[in-house]
DNA sequence: AGCACTCGGATATATCTTATCCAAGTAGCT
DNA sequence: AGCTACTTGGATAAGATATATCCGAGTGCT
């Protein structure tokens, strides 16, 4: 899985408290990380519809629906892709004892077994949305950390 | 996920039907893939305990263990690592805001899912094993075939 | 002891990920 | 309306990982 998974989960959590515009570099300053690099995988969620961008003087990025509704699966498919880690190359219908075509219709017990713990997983991630990171994170905190946070965005 | 994964597996269904030892370049050239590149699936494998090579003329390799207990994991785990996908850089120990150490004691929201999801793509991939797959694929290939196998892996 | 055959690790190549840069575009200000 | 300052977007290098290959060490048989 890429590492910018996680920097995009981090900025997602960030956008859901700041109600204006946040521009890249300020996200990439607060949590230390390539701008150049971070910018990119803003892109990549601005093309997956997770987030808005506007461009200008005081311009950035906002999520364009509540935290509630977006699910840490859409973020990890809008950077890493959607397709399954595991690609079948149908090795069956080669070499000198290969499977006749016809008889490979259905997928074989491999492919199954990657298909289903592929959507095993993605399952895990859809049950856990930005807002319930966001929930647990306030519990761990300092308090005041919030606005510290804030107050940080807007400067 | 490395593609050399499917090649393993294809092997270990052979290997539990060949009870002779199998040399790495017969089973490269029954799949028609690479043989040399195969030989690296199987020296990881042999490391990780699931194949046991003998050298020597009517040398090979031969499972260590029976067919029904070694789990797809196994062979996953054998050639892709045991590591988890997701890597956490502790992003939050970073920048001007960041979360003091002690604070974070307990992994995140974040590393939590991750973590859940990895677990439950492990548990579906641990609830299969090699017997498993090669009853399934009994049941879909043509009468005779594994026969035919076996006596071309003899010659 | 000699020989033919096999595995094992060290070595190139290709592909993907990571990181960076500069040009196009937009909003606000004069 | 024109200008300026700011921000995004895609195109472009550097690095890391996965893929593919080769030859030497080791083993059993003759
Ligand atoms: S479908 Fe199954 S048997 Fe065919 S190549 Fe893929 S993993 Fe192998
Ligand atoms: S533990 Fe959680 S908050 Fe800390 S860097 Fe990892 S993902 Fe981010």
Redesign the interface.
């Known amino acids: 899985?890429s590492?910018g998974?996680?920097?995009a989960?981090?900025c997602c959590t960030l956008l859901s408290r700041a109600s204006q515009p946040v521009p890249a570099v300020k996200l990439a300053?607060?949590?230390?990380?390539s701008p150049s690099y971070l910018a990119k995988q803003l892109q990549l969620m601005s093309r997956a519809g997770l987030v808005r961008s506007t461009q200008g003087n005081a311009g950035g990025y906002v999520l364009t629906r509540d935290a509630a509704a977006i699910t840490?699966l859409d973020v990890v498919e809008a950077i890493d892709g959607v397709l399954p880690?595991?690609?079948?190359?149908e090795?069956?219908q080669?070499?000198?004892?290969?499977?006749p075509a016809e008889?490979c219709a259905?997928p074989?017990?491999?492919a199954?077994?990657m298909d289903?713990?592929?959507r095993?997983?993605?399952?895990?991630?859809r049950a856990?949305t930005i807002a319930?990171?966001v929930a647990?994170?306030d519990r761990?905190?300092?308090p005041g950390?919030v606005e510290?946070?804030r107050a940080?965005l807007a400067s």
């Open positions: 899985m590492g998974v996680e920097w989960l981090h300053e607060y949590h230390d990380v840490v880690a595991f690609r079948c190359t090795v069956r080669r070499g000198p004892l290969a499977t008889q259905d074989c017990a491999i199954k077994v289903s713990a592929d095993a997983w993605r399952d895990s991630l856990v319930d990171l647990d994170a761990q905190i300092l950390a510290r946070a940080w």
